[in-house]
């Protein structure tokens, strides 16, 4: 069926370490990938993507690896600072005659001082 | 450029009441969306407007959720009657049309079901 999952619920890490978050999806027909940050009250916050033609993104102080060989997603988050303290969603575009996006559970990031 | 804009923020009703949410996307973006986010999980999506037509509304409850976007622009999102189960933030996102486009999502409206 259609999934998107993360293997770690919780993820702590002291301020200036980097972090990585990682994803697990299950439909071979995701052709999209995104990662949102949802701060406590708020929206999911778009972050960064990627196309399934790559394997790799760059952004400022972040980085989505895909590896579509084991089906697998992450995002590496350089010099982790106290602001980046959110949960983290994965979510896949899976093409469905038109497409929808689909989320994963998501992973709460504490960031110590 | 305005993000989605949501009312209300907030609502509190009993069971078996009703509710209804609005929604006004970024301007231009034709395809609107409402998720449902239940307190610790992903967000789950209830029904896809391209325009003014329905593309997805397979997890839609739709014995008692309904949805619409007459002109292609606000949408709202309406629960009747209410259940506990129904206690969750209702976002709203939108996007560009078309698979691959960024999805903006607004603030969402909270609602808790007593």
């Known amino acids: 069926g259609e999934s998107v999952g993360l293997h770690l619920p919780t993820l702590s890490v002291q301020e200036g370490d980097n972090s990585i978050i990682n994803c697990a999806y299950s439909?071979?027909?995701?052709?999209?990938f995104i990662w949102y940050k949802q701060e406590s009250g708020k929206g999911p916050q778009f972050i960064i993507d990627?196309?399934?033609?790559?394997d790799k993104r760059q952004g400022q102080r972040v980085t989505v690896l895909l590896n579509k060989t084991v089906k697998h997603l992450s995002l590496q988050i350089a010099a982790t600072q106290p602001g980046d303290s959110a949960v983290y969603f994965c979510?896949?575009?899976?093409?469905?005659?038109?497409?929808?996006?689909?989320f994963g559970a998501g992973t709460r990031l504490f960031v110590k001082a | 450029e305005a993000g989605v804009a949501q009312s209300p923020r907030y609502k509190i009703i009993e069971k078996r009441q009703s509710v209804a949410f609005w929604c006004n996307p970024i301007?231009?973006?034709?395809?609107l969306y409402w998720y449902q986010q239940i307190l610790g999980q992903g967000p789950k999506l209830l029904i896809q407007?391209?325009?003014?037509?329905?593309?997805?509304d397979s997890q839609l409850p739709k014995d008692r959720f309904s949805a619409e976007r007459l002109k292609g622009v606000d949408s709202t999102l309406k629960i009747q009657p209410a259940k506990l189960e129904d206690s969750a933030v209702y976002l709203c996102?939108?996007?560009?049309?078309?698979?691959?486009?960024?999805?903006?999502f607004g603030e969402g409206s909270w609602l808790t079901v007593v």
């Open positions: 996102a939108s996007s560009a049309q078309g698979s691959g486009n960024t999805i903006y």
């Open positions: 439909n071979s027909a995701s052709d999209y």
């Open positions: 990627i196309r399934s033609n790559m």
């Open positions: 979510a896949e575009n899976i093409r469905t005659g038109g497409f929808k996006t689909i």
């Open positions: 301007s231009g973006h034709a395809t």
């Open positions: 407007f391209q325009n003014n037509g329905v593309v997805d």
